[in-house]
């Protein structure tokens, strides 16, 4: 069975700082992974996607997530945080064969950031 | 237009109200999606249209009732709802069902208190 499991439900930097939103999987068959970001009162806003082309994924905003098979992660990480980035990030997989309704999300990790 | 619109952004019902989530897109996608997020947790499916066509129901009790009009419209309607069904009910659409490394477009979602 797939699933997603996001490490620490919050997380804190300093403006400027690194940021690494950690994500795991498990899949039997080869995951397509998602990073989507919601902001307060928002939907919900792709960040980047991964879907077996280069493992290295560069998405919107300045993040990127590299797939590494071996470690069954996709890690989201971005250099320099800013305070715009303070969002709730969630974790998502899906598998080939499978449809958009068994989009699987992991529980969330909250991203603060302070000045 | 890359835009999905849900209205209204808040809604306040009491038990024996009926009341209707509308949402719109005129991406031209053909799969739109019903998905409730409690406070602080990942959004959890309700039901899938492909097609205009109700394609996944995700056990959903029947005081929700999904309608899609046409390509364009998604809606919730809702009657005799309970105080636990309170939550962000997010939209959202992608241009197909059936191929999984696809976006999906969320709307800003209608923050629903039940009294």
């Known amino acids: 069975a797939q699933s997603v499991t996001q490490l620490g439900s919050h997380v804190s930097v300093s403006e400027g700082a690194l940021v690494l939103l950690r994500c795991n999987y498990s899949?039997?068959?080869?995951?397509?992974l998602f990073w989507y970001v919601q902001y307060p009162n928002q939907g919900l806003q792709l960040l980047l996607k991964y879907t077996s082309a280069a493992t290295l994924v560069k998405g919107i905003n300045g993040f990127e997530a590299e797939f590494k098979k071996s470690e069954t992660s996709f890690h989201l990480t971005k250099p320099s945080a800013h305070m715009s980035d303070a969002a709730e990030y969630f974790c998502a997989v899906s598998f080939n064969g499978g449809s958009q309704g068994n989009l699987i999300f992991g529980k969330g990790t909250k991203l603060s950031v302070k000045p | 237009d890359t835009e999905v619109t849900q209205t209204p952004k808040h809604l306040v019902m009491g038990m024996t109200n009926k009341k209707s989530l509308k949402c719109e897109q005129h991406m031209g996608h053909r799969a739109m999606y019903w998905y409730k997020q409690k406070a602080k947790k990942p959004p959890e499916l309700m039901f899938v249209y492909s097609y205009e066509k109700l394609s996944i129901n995700e056990s959903v009790p029947s005081r929700f009732s999904p309608e899609c009009p046409n390509s364009s419209l998604l809606n919730l309607h809702l009657h005799a709802l309970q105080p636990e069904d309170s939550a962000l009910y997010l939209c959202?659409?992608?241009?197909?069902?059936?191929?999984?490394?696809?976006?999906?477009?969320f709307g800003s979602g209608t923050q629903l208190s039940v009294l």
């Open positions: 959202a659409s992608s241009h197909r069902d059936f191929s999984t490394n696809e976006k999906l477009f």
């Open positions: 899949s039997s068959v080869p995951p397509y």
